[in-house]
């Protein structure tokens, strides 16, 4: 029987947990405050920023909000971040991504103290995480291990393989999952052989940005299939980067899209706002 990893109960697992942590806080007199900035109005961000601000709400951490224009300069957001820096109130900023064409995210990512970035894409969030140091580790690489030991899934001494290479998710999985002493590879579109290598994968963990891609033929009998795609499909039904219907017949254990790795993020994103009130 294929296990279906369930992303809804676990985030409201941990998130729970959190609720209880930020209670107990509170009691020692810490409060926690995160600054939520959107740049314009794109639909789905609008949607990613609401959701995090009710993960707020629902664990008890203060959320700021600032809607900004779409023709906001890159000057003035790096004002705002800056005075958010120096608040003694607030404890995380998240900039939601992408950001106008205009502004040079990288620029902006720099600009968050490395004290209060939530989100992990800091360079030296970065570096901490690739030398096993503590830092904030980036939210839904973080979730995905969470999932994967939360579901009783051994990754020590496994093969894993990321198919994917981005700075939020592939390149950060791969550090995690050594840090939990996999083996690990990154496969990516100039890798030759594809499947020959997924199909070397007791956990293959899919973040390549293209909708069910990754078909049977790309994994291993029983395997542990993760997919952080999330797609809308020709009849505009959610989907992920992995052909669910053909590779869980495979596969030991999957996670769907959705409510498989999307409702980690979030909740990872609220630990993150906790650790900067733990010690
Ligand atoms: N856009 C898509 N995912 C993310 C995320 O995890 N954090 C931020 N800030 N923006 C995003």
Same mark, same amino acid.
Request: charged residues 30%; negative net charge.
């Given at each position: 029987m294929t296990k279906l990893i369930d992303g809804k109960?676990?985030?409201k697992q941990i998130k729970d947990e959190l609720k209880e942590e930020v209670r107990a806080l509170k009691e020692q007199g810490k409060e926690i405050c995160l600054a939520v900035i959107q740049v314009g109005g794109d639909a789905a961000s609008s949607v990613y920023v609401n959701n !995090?601000?009710?993960?707020? *709400?629902?664990?008890?951490?203060?959320?700021?909000?600032?809607?900004?224009?779409?023709?906001?300069?890159?000057?003035?957001? %790096?004002?705002?971040?800056?005075?958010?820096?120096?608040?003694?109130?607030?404890?995380?900023?998240?900039?939601?991504?992408?950001?106008? !064409?205009?502004?040079?995210?990288?620029?902006?990512?720099?600009t968050i103290s490395p004290d209060k970035d939530v989100d992990g894409f800091h360079p030296v969030s970065v570096g901490r995480l690739w030398l096993g140091e503590p830092g904030f580790l980036s939210c839904t690489p973080a979730g995905i291990v969470q999932l994967l030991k939360r579901s009783g899934i051994e990754i020590e001494g496994k093969e894993c393989v990321i198919l994917g290479r981005s700075n939020i998710v592939g390149k950060p999985m791969a550090?995690?999952?050594?840090?939990?002493? *996999?083996?690990?590879?990154?496969?990516?579109s100039r890798t030759k052989n594809l499947k020959d290598v997924t199909r070397r994968a007791d956990i293959l963990i899919a973040a390549v940005g293209q909708q069910k891609?990754?078909?049977?033929?790309?994994? !291993?009998?029983?395997?542990? %299939?993760?997919?952080?795609?999330?797609?809308?499909?020709?009849?505009? !039904?959610?989907?992920?980067? %992995?052909?669910?219907q053909g590779v869980s017949e495979k596969v030991s254990a999957i996670t769907p899209v959705p409510g498989g790795v999307g409702p980690m993020t979030i909740a990872m994103l609220m630990n993150n706002c906790v650790e900067t009130a733990r010690n």
């Open positions: 109960i676990i985030s !995090k601000k009710k993960a707020c *709400a629902y664990i008890g951490i203060e959320s700021l909000s600032y809607e900004l224009e779409e023709n906001t300069s890159e000057e003035e957001l %790096v004002g705002l971040i800056e005075e958010l820096n120096r608040s003694e109130k607030v404890n995380g900023i998240l900039v939601q991504l992408p950001l106008p !064409k205009h502004i040079d995210e990288d620029r902006i990512i720099r550090a995690l999952m050594l840090r939990e002493n *996999a083996t690990v590879t990154i496969a990516h891609m990754v078909t049977a033929e790309y994994v !291993k009998e029983g395997a542990v %299939v993760i997919d952080v795609g999330i797609h809308r499909d020709t009849q505009n !039904k959610l989907c992920g980067d %992995v052909d669910f």
